[in-house]
Structures are given as structure tokens and as C-alpha cells.
T-cell receptor, first 112, second 114 residues
Framework: QKEVEQDPGPLSVPEGAIVSLNCTYS??????FMWYRQYSRKGPELLMY????GNKEDGRFTAQVDKSSKYISLFIRDSQPSDSATYLC????????????FGTGTKLQVIP | GAVVSQHPSRVICKSGTSVKIECRSL??????MFWYRQFPKQSLMLMAT?????????EQGVEKDKFLINHASLTLSTLTVTSAHPEDSSFYIC??????????FGQGTRLTVV
């Protein structure tokens, strides 16, 4: 079993739709939760970063973490064609420079 | 956010030659950096943890003699792919971050071995 599971998609939505991206994880020691956006042939770009459970909002993006169910989500409101990319969830343990564990990534396409 | 710069962004080399990739933290000191490899349509797989002033820690299955890592300063780590073969063609990405904060990634290096 992978430590972080993510549906690879692809996911196609019309412009303006609300997008829901999800991951599950198995390691209870994970405390930091990130969402990265990766365009083709580019390095991952940090979108959201949360510590422990709860919600975090930044513009059109909302990240949710439910540690009781080991479930993390990213919501994108009013999706735009420029949001088309691969979205990677990631987690790591607390303390020092712990390595980041990634999901497989979900490819999103927003159709104009 | 913190900036991590990776160079070169693309490199094509002949089979049997060596290629060096640089990863720099531009606005902070990084005693630890990470090197990942990403094959097409797959996620990032950690190859090794680069520690300033000491030997790198390699993940299981990664050949340390083939992927040489040098972290000579607090802002620079290098990955050298030695005796490259076509199966080493991949997207290599480094990351760095401050303790207990998010990790930032370089732009990635696309290596093609012909």
C-alpha cells in the first residue's frame, strides 16, 4: 500500500466549475500537508501548505485536512483554463527536514 | 516564498558520459536538500537526501555510485549522473526548505541520454 493515494485522473471540467481533488494517506505521523501544481515539464509549484487538521483558504483555493479519516482535499472555485495542470498532494512528518511523500498526482483539464 | 534554482533545465548527453545538475537555494541556507526523479506520467520519487558536509542518504534501490551527490556548501547541492544510459533519461528535481516548513522545488532538469 502506498503511503499517499491519489486518483491519477484525468479529470475534465468546464470553466467555472468547482474542482475537488482528494488524497488519502496511511501514516499517522504525517503532520504537514501540501498541494503542489505542476505544469508539463516544470518543477512543482507550492499552492497550499497546512499543518495538522483544518481548512485553509487562499483566493480560489481551499485546502482541507481531516486527520481522523486521513483524508486531504483541495477545492478550486471558479476554475480557469490556466488551472489545467497536474496537482500533487504531499505530506511529511514533523521535525527537521523530513522527506516529502507525494501522491501520484491528478491531471486536471479545465475546458473553456 | 523561498527560491530554489536548478540548472540546467535541459541536457542531452551521449551514453556513457556524465552529467552534473546543480541545485541552489537562493535566499536561505539549506543544510538539507532532496533529489527526486520523475518518469513520464508518474509522481516524484525520492532518490536521496543531500546533507551539507556529510554523505548523502540514498533511498532503497538507488545506486549511490551512479548518482553522486555533493553538498559542499549551505546553498549548493549537485547531482552527477555517471556513465549515463538511456534508461537514466528522466526529469530530475531538487527541493529544499527550512526546518518544519514547506519544501520548495527547483525548475527541474530534463535529462535525455542518447
Amino acid at each position: 500500500q502506498k503511503e499517499v493515494e491519489q486518483d491519477p485522473g484525468p479529470l475534465s471540467v468546464p470553466e467555472g466549475a468547482i474542482v475537488s481533488l482528494n488524497c488519502t494517506y496511511s501514516n499517522s505521523a504525517f503532520q504537514y500537508f501540501m498541494w503542489y501544481r505542476q505544469y508539463s515539464r516544470k518543477g512543482p509549484e507550492l499552492l497550499m501548505y497546512t499543518y495538522s487538521s483544518g481548512n485553509k483558504e487562499d483566493g480560489r483555493f481551499t485546502a482541507q485536512v481531516d486527520k481522523s479519516s486521513k483524508y486531504i482535499s483541495l477545492f478550486i472555485r471558479d476554475s480557469q483554463p490556466s488551472d489545467s495542470a497536474t496537482y500533487l498532494c504531499a505530506t511529511r512528518e514533523t521535525g527537521g527536514y523530513q522527506k516529502v511523500t507525494f501522491g501520484t498526482g491528478t491531471k486536471l483539464q479545465v475546458i473553456p | 516564498g523561498a527560491v530554489v534554482s536548478q540548472h540546467p533545465s535541459r541536457v542531452i548527453c551521449k551514453s556513457g558520459t556524465s552529467v552534473k545538475i546543480e541545485c541552489r537555494s537562493l535566499d536561505f541556507q539549506a543544510t538539507t536538500m532532496f533529489w527526486y526523479r520523475q518518469f513520464p506520467k508518474q509522481s516524484l520519487m525520492l532518490m536521496a537526501t543531500s546533507n551539507e558536509g556529510s554523505k548523502a542518504t540514498y533511498e532503497q534501490g538507488v545506486e549511490k555510485d551512479k548518482f553522486l551527490i555533493n553538498h559542499a556548501s549551505l546553498t549548493l547541492s549537485t547531482l552527477t549522473v555517471t556513465s549515463a544510459h538511456p534508461e537514466d533519461s528522466s526529469f530530475y528535481i531538487c527541493s529544499a526548505g527550512k526546518p518544519n516548513t514547506e519544501a520548495f522545488f527547483g525548475q527541474g532538469t530534463r535529462l535525455t541520454v542518447v
